[in-house]
């Protein structure tokens, strides 16, 4: 809902990318994967967040951090500056053990952040907590050897973008603010949306001695291997798009063929460009299929409330004047979502200077993929199945190297979640809103006493950590509540802990 965010609808722009490049002759459509992210990337429809009164309360550092820390060659010991920002405003003190709330950056720059996660700053009082925010590697200020574009380019440097690298940062980040504050017992909860979400619960697990425990809004920790269904995430799409409008979803569902048909005339993309405005002549249906389509998943997925975007589409497509056409229509639920503009830019979810969009596209074809496809016939969309082999060869002659669609679950886990969990894990949160689609991968399950999925049905892609709002619904002030309180029963314990243990010592 921030300007320009999207952790995790990012992922999904990679393969737009691969579309461009390898789909164009090909009939059939392979659409982008959606975008992660706490915030949404387009703000048509939802007013910006301000935070004048709290930005003069953070402050900004930069850590010089290792370049590589599995590695003892002289190269691995390179640094580059990461920045973290800190804010100590409703901190009660080192001597009182009181926690540090920590935001685990994404595949975005740090500054949104701020701003647009509300779960620390609107729970700091009650904690009286440090609040601190780091910025993940190659994104933002924290690029190694100074330009993104210079480091996302040379194959060695963007060897060490990884989230082992990434998490290991954090850790290293965390040791040394605790040290700076002399805050040895103050125990750190760790909070990440989307992509930083899964970094939040893969922390947990890998770093227990720097975290205490993790909430892991909106991660999508089962979207690898073929631990989800692929066709999970658009089936969440379609149900949206069904239960809030039969029609809308009805003539969605009839469109697809509408363009093709168009298409086909002798001048039909001359008319297709007429009929969507676009900002270019159009050169193929993909683009503008693949533009339709990222409207609809990033209006399920940022479905929050006050402004409900995805009510804002169909308003747009069932409001359009009676006798108004197919392709009419829909073109009434685009200036809907997006607003009246004089063109509209098939590239808008596609940029490729966009950072999120270059440092995401190299995630998702080295680790992060996510074989998110189009179904048969269970979705509004025209049939398009995750293609791996397909894949992996634009991966391949993008970067070089092949991707490793197992080593996250060969990493982290992930198969039999709840059998290796159980006993070995605690001191999570997985929240997730039903309505969001990458909840199609999140974990919807209690694991254990702490290892807990705290759920809303209407809820959309991590609602739980943008700011509180007056307008917000009770399930969503429900959910909050408990994720303070089930955090608040893990300091009580680890206190208790701290007095038993240290007395000992
Ligand atoms: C914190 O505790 C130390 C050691 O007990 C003491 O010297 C210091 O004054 C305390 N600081 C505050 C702010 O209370
Ligand atoms: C890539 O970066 C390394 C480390 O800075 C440097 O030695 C190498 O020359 C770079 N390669 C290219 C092709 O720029
Ligand atoms: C959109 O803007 C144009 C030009 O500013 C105006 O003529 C048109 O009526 C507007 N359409 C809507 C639906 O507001
Ligand atoms: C569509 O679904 C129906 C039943 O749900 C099935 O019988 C039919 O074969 C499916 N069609 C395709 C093209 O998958
Ligand atoms: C899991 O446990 C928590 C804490 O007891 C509870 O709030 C939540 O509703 C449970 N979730 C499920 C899916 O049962
Ligand atoms: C979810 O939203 C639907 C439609 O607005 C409503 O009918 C339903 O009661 C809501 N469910 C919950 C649990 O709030």
Known sequence: MNKAMGFLRHSFHQLLLFSLISFSCVSGTQFSIPRLGALR???????????????????????????????????????????????????????????????????????????????LTDNAPRFKALLVYIEHRFYGKSIPFGSREAALRNASIRGYFTSAQAIADYAAILLHIKKAFSSKNSPVIVIGGSYGGMLAA??????????????????????????????????IVTKDFKETSEGCYETI??????????????????ILSMKFKTCKKLKRTFDLKD????????AAQYDHPPTYPLSIVCGGIDGAPKGTDILGRIFAGVVAYMGNKSCYDM?????????????WRWQTC????????????????????????????????????????????????????????????????????????YSSGGVLENISGSVVAVYTINGSHCL????????????????????????????AKYYTDLLEFRDRT
Request: with cysteine; proline share 7%; aromatic share 14%.
């Open 464 to 491: 739980d950590i943008l700011p509180e709002k007056k307008s917000d619904p009770q399930w969503l002030v429900k959910q909050r509540k408990t994720e303070v309180q089930i955090i608040e029963g893990w300091l």
């Open 366 to 437: 080295s680790e992060m993929v996510m074989p998110i496809g189009h179904g048969n016939n269970d979705s509004m969309f025209p049939p398009a199945p995750f293609n791996l082999n397909k894949f992996i060869r634009k991966c391949k002659s993008l970067f070089g190297v092949q991707p490793q669609p197992h080593w996250v679950t060969t990493y982290y886990g992930g198969h039999d979640l709840k059998l290796i969990l159980h006993r070995f894990a605690s001191n999570i949160i997985f929240s997730n809103g039903l309505r969001d689609p």
């Open 291 to 298: 533009y339709l389509d990222s409207i609809y998943s990033e």
């Open 202 to 235: 893969w922390f947990r697990l890998k770093y227990p001695h720097v975290a205490l425990g993790a909430l892991a809004s909106s991660a999508p920790i089962l979207y690898f291997d073929d631990l989800a269904p692929q066709v999970g995430y658009y089936a």
């Open 41 to 119: 990337r387009t703000t048509r429809t939802e007013p910006k967040i301000t935070s004048t009164s709290v930005s003069k309360d953070f402050k900004t550092f930069f850590y010089s951090q290792t370049l590589d820390h599995f590695n003892y060659r002289p190269e691995s010991y390179t640094t580059f500056p990461q920045r973290y920002v800190v804010n100590s405003k409703y901190w009660s003190g080192a001597n009182s053990s009181a926690p540090i709330l920590v935001f685990f950056g994404a595949e975005e720059a740090l500054d949104n952040d701020l701003s647009g996660i509300g779960f």
């Open 347 to 359: 590239n808008e979810y596609n940029h490729p200077t966009d950072e999120t969009y270059m440092g």
């Open 253 to 270: 569902r009839e469109s697809w063929d509408e363009i093709d048909k168009v298409a086909s005339k002798s001048n039909g993309l001359s």
